[in-house]
């Protein structure tokens, strides 16, 4: 796929063969490009804060020596929030989901998805900011629905206007700033500011965190 925005992307795993099968399958793509690769969390943030360009999108892995996946995700959410992270991990517990949505991460995949599906879900976070596929929504459902479920915390009320409302239902519904401006008769710009205004009022760091806050606070539904 020719695509004129190259998506950089990092990749985090201790194992070297993941690492190099992983870079192999974005090669295959003119949209994607490998900056680096680290084998565990504290190198990950080395090099992020080495570097001259910024990978758009990271591919972590949970479970690493000297620093976890998880370790480095809650730092980078802090010091790089836009920063993208996809996790693909062997352990695809419902435990493990909420933990990495709750930190802030924009998709999670096993380690056996499809490399389509990887590619795929690459572009869908650089592009609408998250990607929760199947698995990861049956589970956002599940526990939304369940006793111990996490629920989202705010001190005080939060008005939205009836414009964010439309903006917040869309994003939920995965549509792109693009396609939210077309639907709605505004601009781009005039979207962003909607999503800016939405993140602050909500307290949430990214498009995927709004998206989650949106769904356990029942301020959006979905079929």
Known sequence: MENSTLIHIAIADDEALFRRGMRLIMEDFQDLSVLFEAENGEELLKKIRASDELPDVILLDLKMPVMSGIEAAEVI???FPSIQIVVISSHVSKAFI???IEIGASAY???NANPDEVVETIRMVREKGFYY???VMDVIRENMMGKNQIKP???F???LTSREKEVLQLICAEYNTQEI???LYISSRTVEGHRNNLLSKLGCRNTAGLVVYALQSGLVKLD
């Open 181 to 183: 401006a077309e639907k």
């Open 77 to 79: 959410r802090r010091e």
């Open 133 to 135: 596929n199947t698995t």
């Open 109 to 111: 995949l096993g380690k």
């Open 157 to 159: 009320h939060v008005e």
């Open 98 to 100: 909420l933990n990495m």
């Open 153 to 155: 915390q705010r001190a």
